[in-house]
């Protein structure tokens, strides 16, 4: 009885011993959101299966380069919301954290309450919400500045720390484009709200799961282009776009600047086709469209249902350079160095070889690869 007493006095001092040490915190343990004094506290010794103390919303979350955005936060500690409006398309989101740290929450972009329900616990929100193409419930008004602004003011209501809202390259009041034009309007909607959000303007962005290098590189029928090919873009990998937030996630020196993210090399579509033909070894075939035939066409095509591929609007973007602004805040800026699409092509494109080519290799641009360079997908 004797020795049973002294062993159940060992175990419980070793189970408070063990308590004691799970709760020691020192200094580093401890951050602060500068603008209005959030203390965070870590836990575990880092990394996914630990916790920062920060909690993070990202609005649009079943997007293309959200799943990227939501990966880097979580595999840090942060807690994701991830505001959706179909489970199924989220469902996805929750291997990219560990148990317990992706946290869904369904939302209405016109219901203010829902909103707020996702971003009241939060120190910083992600609105990636965005549309490619107008449909009968949504335009692009309501999505890019109505909606902007509605995230917005929940944000500064619950007191958020910081604001982070992706819009486009070429945004700007004046466009041709409607799409653009409102990307611009609901950045100033939301700098009208919160005039220290950090604003992010990603070019043309390609990865696995994109409408860009995945439609050129399954045209086995036929595709057309418009201005013969000749517009000028800055294809940037959506891995770099989703680190350069994940950089301003931490960085408060990034807050009410606005950064333009686009690739280091500008080409053409024409040269973009070339490109796919090279790592693809297929024809892809294309023909030259009138501007006028190939937007009447999309206007048509705009009109099926379940359509998302094209629209008169992006016929009216595939004519338009891209025109980076001088002067302003880049890659560069937050010590990223963007990939070169030619460099890592042949993981994208790669997959649209028959199988009787699939194995053979592609050189050009190998010798390009700088030292120390590693674009790591994990």
């Avoid at 200094?27 to 103390?53: A, C, E, P, V, W």
């Avoid at 990966?71 to 989220?90: F, I, N, S």
């Avoid at 094209?310 to 010590?335: C, H, N, Q, V």
């Amino acid at each position: 009885m004797l020795a049973t007493a002294l062993l159940r006095q060992a175990g419980r001092r070793e189970t408070a011993k063990v308590a004691s040490m799970a709760q020691t915190r020192s200094l580093h343990d401890i951050t602060f959101r500068k603008k209005t004094g959030q203390t965070m506290f870590k836990y575990g010794r880092g990394g996914r299966s630990s916790t920062n103390g920060h909690i993070a919303t990202v609005f649009g979350c079943t997007g293309f380069l959200a799943r990227y955005v939501v990966h880097k936060l979580a595999r840090q500690g942060t807690q994701v919301v991830v505001a959706y409006r179909d489970p199924d398309e989220a469902r996805h989101l929750k291997v990219t954290g560990d148990l317990g740290q992706i946290i869904p929450l369904e939302f209405d972009l016109r219901n203010r309450e829902q909103i707020m329900e996702c971003v009241r616990h939060s120190d910083i929100v992600y609105n990636l919400v965005g549309r490619d193409y107008e449909t009968k419930n949504f335009t692009f008004n309501d999505v890019h500045v109505e909606g902007s602004r509605l995230i917005a003011e929940a944000a500064a209501e619950a007191g958020v720390a910081r604001f982070v809202q992706v819009s486009a390259l070429n945004a700007a009041e004046d466009s041709t484009s409607a799409f653009l034009r409102t990307k611009y309007l609901g950045e100033q909607a939301v700098r009208e709200v919160i005039p220290d959000a950090t604003i992010a303007r990603p070019g043309t962005m390609y990865g696995h799961e994109d409408r860009f290098l995945n439609r050129i590189g399954d045209g086995d029928g036929w595709q057309f282009w418009v201005n013969e090919g000749k517009s000028k873009i800055y294809p940037v990998s959506a891995i770099d776009v989703a680190q350069a937030l994940e950089v301003m996630f931490l960085a408060d020196s990034t807050a009410g600047k606005t950064y333009e993210l686009y690739g280091p090399r500008a080409m053409t579509y024409e040269q973009v086709y070339e490109l796919a033909r090279e790592i693809s070894l297929k024809p892809l075939p294309i023909r030259p469209l009138p501007l006028p035939i190939a937007k009447l066409a999309a206007t048509l095509v705009d009109k099926l249902p379940y359509n998302q591929m094209i629209s008169p609007d992006l016929i009216e973007r595939m004519t338009l350079d891209d025109k980076p602004t001088p002067g302003a805040y880049t890659f560069k800026d937050l010590y990223i160095d963007p990939v070169d699409l030619q460099n890592v092509g042949i993981h994208y494109l790669r997959r649209f070889r028959s199988n009787a080519v699939f194995d053979l290799p592609y050189e050009k641009g190998e010798g390009e690869i700088k030292k120390g360079l590693y674009h790591v997908i994990d």
